[in-house]
């Protein structure tokens, strides 16, 4: 009785920007405690305004979106003060 072949599909090529989007951090600044979360490009289906150049962040556009990590309110408050910014703007604020 011959065998039978069974075929198995090819897995799915990775998207690195796929895999390394949405990835959460805290980060310090002066100011004290953020918590960081990239939008990649695919994401980003709204227009914002950034805080740090006051610049349009057009639909498709990969940026960060941050809020306070230590904030005395709570963290309802913190995410209700959520923030887009220009990847490179978040970088260079003090």
């Known amino acids: 009785m ?3 072949r069974v075929r198995v599909p090819e897995p799915e ?3 690195l920007e796929r895999a390394l989007a949405g990835r959460l951090r805290v980060e310090s600044k002066r100011d004290g405690a953020w918590n ?5 490009a695919a994401a980003a289906v709204k227009e914002y305004v950034c805080p740090g150049c006051g ?4 639909p498709g556009t990969a940026h960060v979106v ?6 005395l309110f709570g963290e309802a408050d913190d995410l209700a003060g959520r923030r887009h ?3 490179h703007c978040w970088r260079t604020r003090t």
């Not at 960081?36 to 990649?40: A, E, F, G, R, Y």
């Not at 610049?55 to 057009?58: L, T």
């Open 66 to 71: 941050a809020w306070r990590a230590d904030g």
């Open 36 to 40: 960081v979360q990239p939008q990649s």
């Open 55 to 58: 610049g349009e962040i057009a």
């Open 85 to 87: 910014w220009h990847a």
């Open 2 to 4: 011959p065998r039978r």
């Open 13 to 15: 090529p990775l998207d």
